[in-house]
């Protein structure tokens, strides 16, 4: 089992992968990224393409393993990558247009990697890349796609696995008090569509800080100031705090949807909530999932609760549409966390134990149709 210790790229590999960590770089217009192809044994590999000024070779093979146990996991014919490009997302639009049309060209050679939208990167990054190289998914739907994105796949999937998980926990969702860190693509439709089953979301935090009102929070309004390239501080109600002060917000379910982390050993002991589920993708390291399942909090691991994006670009990529992902959303994501944690109660084990196990089972049987298994 790979240790979030491990600094050496060359030091990441196991049975199951990486079959390829590619660094490109392209000086004339500053691009630096990195490819993680960990195991096609399914198929052509998804992924997202991140874009970050701090990422790390570390970030993109712990992203591109959790695609791999994600994606065998629900079934799809697809195995799991990640990308990180280097830089500010939120650079002007006509350089950040070069610097993806330049990844584009840069990943041309990698047959079997298929980049998504991630974070710092979009539906129109998407169309770009597919511009120059044929091959991308979450594509805007002018050009066929289903704007993963845009419609909330995974924030769908993330609200149905919080309905699914909420009974394990001692909850409804009728009157659930929510916390999200993260209001972006997945932060913002999670909580619309939690809110749609009768939740509530009392706390919500940016990149600049975080802002709670137990009465509840408007949904719209926190979305016309990101849109206004705000920040959820300011927001006119309700009391700001430091970000690091979310984790201690009281609420039912708290839910990270922004970077790797967010949860350690030095803080998921201030939780005050009873139900985790991982909207981000590695937001929980190994110790602090260790700790809540000792303080029985039962906590949806990533690659179970967030496989909305991904079965919605696995759609698009077999040509079909979005009634079709919503669908399959709703089956593999309530599916699997019912099994997850209906197998954690009866093994007394973690959800995350329970989940490993789950995606383990399904991807060595993949792995053994291989011929070079
Ligand atoms: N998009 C998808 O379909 C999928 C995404 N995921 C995962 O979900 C997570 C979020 O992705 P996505 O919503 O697409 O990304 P976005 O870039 O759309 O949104 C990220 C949000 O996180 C906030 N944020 C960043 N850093 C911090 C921080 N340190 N503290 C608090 N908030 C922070 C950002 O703040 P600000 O607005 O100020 O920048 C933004 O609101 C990632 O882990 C991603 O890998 C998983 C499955 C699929
Ligand atoms: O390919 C995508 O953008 C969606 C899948 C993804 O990257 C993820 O689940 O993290």
């Known amino acids: 089992m790979i240790t979030h210790g491990d600094r050496d790229p060359l030091a990441f590999g196991d049975d199951i992968g990486p079959e390829k960590i590619v660094f490109l770089r392209t000086p004339s217009v500053g691009l630096r990224a990195i490819v993680v192809i960990d195991n096609t044994a399914a198929g052509p590999a998804i992924g997202g393409a991140r874009m970050a000024p701090d990422v790390s070779a570390l970030e993109c093979f712990r992203l591109a393993r959790a695609m791999t146990l994600k994606n065998a996991t629900c079934g799809l014919r697809h195995g799991g990558a990640k990308s990180v490009i280097f830089g500010d997302p939120g650079m002007p639009a006509d350089q950040k247009e070069e610097l993806i049309r330049a990844f584009a060209n840069a990943i041309a050679p990698l047959e079997n990697y298929i980049p998504g939208p991630d974070m710092g990167t979009d539906e129109t990054a998407m169309g770009f890349v597919h511009d120059e190289i044929g091959r991308a998914v979450g594509l805007p739907a002018e050009i066929g796609g289903i704007p993963l994105d845009q419609i909330g796949a995974t924030g769908y999937g993330v609200a149905i696995a919080a309905e699914v998980a909420a009974p394990f926990a001692g909850l409804t969702l009728e009157g659930a008090r929510v916390v999200l860190q993260g209001f972006g693509a997945v932060g913002e439709h999670t909580a619309r569509f939690l809110e749609l089953k009768g939740a509530r979301l009392v706390g919500v935090a940016d990149i600049t800080g975080a802002v709670t009102d137990p009465e509840g929070l408007d949904i719209d309004a926190l979305a016309r100031l990101k ?74 691991p990533d690659f179970i609760a967030n496989a909305g994006g991904v079965i919605a670009a696995a759609v698009e990529y077999d040509g079909g549409v979005k009634a079709t992902a919503m669908a399959a959303i709703e089956e593999k994501v309530g599916g699997n966390t019912r099994l997850t944690l209906q197998h954690a109660r009866e093994r007394k084990i973690s959800p995350l134990e329970a989940a490993m196990a789950l995606a383990t089972d399904r991807l060595t049987k993949i792995m053994q149709l291989r011929r070079w298994r």
């Open 227 to 300: 849109k206004a390239g705000r920040s959820v501080v300011e927001y006119p109600r309700g009391r700001t705090i430091p970000n690091d002060s979310l984790v201690a917000v009281p609420c039912d379910i708290w839910i990270p949807a922004a970077r790797p982390d967010a949860l350690r050993a030095d803080n998921v002991g201030r939780l005050n909530c009873r139900l985790v589920v991982q909207g981000a993708n590695v937001p929980v390291t190994h110790d602090a999932a260790r700790v809540m399942h000792e303080r029985g909090l039962i906590s949806v």
